[in-house]
């Protein structure tokens, strides 16, 4: 069995309180994940619940005060400025909103070769690279030529990807890639990524609130709730016969296709509810 690709080992995380005399607030206590190469899993949890800071540490955009993440053999907990100059080229990010993620003033081709011919690449090379990538993530060729907010959300989207791809990284950091996407171009947008993943063999750790989603696309599953990990395992067993009360509840609140099976899922989130709280 190979060595994990990214291993999480006890991670901490404090922030800062807010306001006069606010104490700080640990949103992590001690979470520990593993992915293996080529792998997808999918950190699923409701608002607050510590699932996006767990993405956030390993990109460095936060600061652990404990624990330990370890990528590719290297420690990255407090890498360095340097040191995560140097990751990029292995470790990208797909963020939530396609818009705000890409330079409105640039061209798509740019956006996507800036990072190549910054790595090195000649721009010739980068053309060409840029084309791939187009092709990969299902845009035109002529859409280097475009200026993002010539394109819909989901295909956006599709260039956020395929600058996450640029420069071959192994791992990608999806942050709720598809949540400010209607749900029809959200299948789309997640068959890409299967997609993509099945071609190139890159990592995902993709972060989501939606239960149903992350089932979608992952090969495994992890579940926080309140800064805790309460429940892994693989994708199909966690999202069809979950064991936490609090998997089970977003396991109901999915949302699905036939309307009384929905009725049905509301009426029993509704006795979950009663139950936990002692029918008050």
């Given amino acids: 069995m190979s060595a994990p690709l990214l291993e ?11 306001g006069f005399r606010a104490r700080p607030r640990e949103v992590l206590h001690g979470v520990s994940l593993t992915i293996a190469p080529g ?15 767990i993405g956030r540490a390993v990109l460095g955009l936060v600061r652990p005060s404990g624990g330990r993440i370890t990528f590719d053999g290297e420690d990255i907990t407090r890498a360095s400025a340097p040191q995560r100059r140097r990751l990029a080229r292995h470790l990208q990010v797909v963020f939530q909103d396609p818009y705000t993620s890409l330079n409105p003033s640039m061209l798509i081709g740019d956006i996507l070769s800036e990072p190549l011919i910054a790595q090195g690449m000649e721009a010739r090379q980068a053309r060409a690279r840029v084309a ?13 030529e475009r200026l993002p907010r010539e394109f819909s959300g989901g295909q956006r989207q599709r260039v956020a990807i395929a600058r996450a791809l640029a420069p071959e990284p192994t791992l990608i950091v999806c ?17 890409l990524l299967i997609d993509v993943q ?13 239960l149903a989603v992350v089932r979608h ?11 805790d990990l309460v429940e892994t395992g693989d994708a199909d067993t966690v999202t069809a016969r979950p064991e936490h009360p609090y998997t089970q509840r977003l396991l109901l609140a999915a949302p699905v296709a036939d309307p009384e099976q929905q009725a049905a899922r509301r009426a029993e989130r509704q006795r979950a509810a009663a139950t936990a709280t002692g029918g008050n």
């Fill in 39 to 53: 792998e997808c899993l999918g950190v699923v949890g409701e608002s607050g619940s510590g699932k996006t800071t």
């Fill in 8 to 18: 999480i080992d006890a991670l901490r995380v404090t922030y800062p309180g807010r």
């Fill in 132 to 144: 791939t990538l187009l092709d990969q993530v299902g845009l035109p060729a002529n859409a280097s």
């Fill in 198 to 210: 099945r071609r190139t063999g890159v990592a995902y750790l993709f972060v989501s609130h939606d």
């Fill in 217 to 227: 696309v992952s090969h495994r599953v992890a579940v926080v709730y309140r800064g």
């Fill in 175 to 191: 942050d709720e890639p598809v949540s400010a996407l209607d749900l029809s171009t959200q299948a789309r947008v997640l068959d």
